[in-house]
């Protein structure tokens, strides 16, 4: 059976990352399942064409810098401060020791703090009238089975239940671009609806860039996540039958 201390704790075997679900048994990640089955011929050119050293370089500073955002995301949210400037005073005061205990550059810090501002100048949290929780690890043994952290659940001013994840960028991104993100929201919508018995009404991706301070909000209908599911559970399929544990 599945405790919370369970699902904190992830492991790598042969690259790739997995969750223990319970004794003895292990799902792999959802951005694990994606990245193995989907295309990423466009990544390997690019890390061809700059070099492997260079390549590495860009990709921490960017999984920091995006670290540092959604960090800055989750102590706003999870303030108990009654002020939306009390909740950001509180965010601003908390991320401090969070990047010195991680050690991450100043520029790495700047840059996910401009990125944070971009949520909220944009008006992007006026979405959000309750949260439901944060960094909530789900899981679906459907097609073998499968795991994931999702950043926020919340209920908009309607009541309705909304799956969502920050992501982001160095420019802005066009919606053909992001269907793998669409499915992650779509495992996770459907891992929660099976978990908790509660039907998400939709999902949201919210990309903000480094080039402007207009970050983007994708939405997802219910029939979306229908859709990009389908697509999700296929490729569980396949990865369980190409990586069997």
């Known amino acids: 059976m599945a405790t919370a201390q369970s699902l904190a704790t992830t492991e790598t075997i042969n690259g790739k990352r997995y969750y223990n679900i319970a004794e ?3 799902y792999p990640s959802v951005t694990t399942i994606l990245g193995a089955m989907t295309d990423s011929s466009g990544i390997d050119k690019w890390r061809k064409r700059i070099g492997e050293e260079k390549a590495d370089a860009i990709s921490k500073f960017s999984a920091n810098r995006g670290t540092v955002m959604h960090q800055f995301c989750e102590y706003f949210l999870g303030s108990e401060k009654e002020t939306i400037r009390e909740r950001l005073i509180d965010a601003q005061t908390l991320i401090g020791p969070f990047v010195e205990e991680n050690g991450f550059t100043e520029e790495e810090t700047n840059i996910g703090r401009k990125l944070f501002f971009n949520f909220y100048n944009g008006k992007c949290f006026d ?3 309750n949260v439901v929780s944060i960094e909530d690890t789900l ?4 097609m073998g ?3 994931g952290r999702v950043d926020i659940i919340y209920e908009n001013e309607k009541g ?22 669409k499915m992650q929201i779509a495992a996770y919508s459907l891992a929660y609806w099976e ?3 509660r039907k998400p009404q939709g999902g949201e991706i919210w990309i903000s860039n480094e080039a402007d301070g207009f970050p983007q909000v994708f939405e997802m ?3 979306d996540i229908t859709k990009y599911g389908k697509m999700f559970l296929n490729l569980v399929k396949q990865f369980h039958t190409k990586f069997s544990l």
């Open 139 to 142: 899981f679906s043994p459907v």
């Open 195 to 197: 978990m908790h018995k």
């Open 145 to 147: 089975g499968y795991a």
């Open 24 to 26: 003895g048994q292990k």
């Open 221 to 223: 209908t219910f029939d």
């Open 160 to 181: 309705h239940l909304v799956i969502l994840d920050f992501k982001s960028s160095k420019k802005p991104k066009k919606e053909d671009w992001i269907e793998n993100y």
């Open 127 to 129: 979405r959000i009238a």
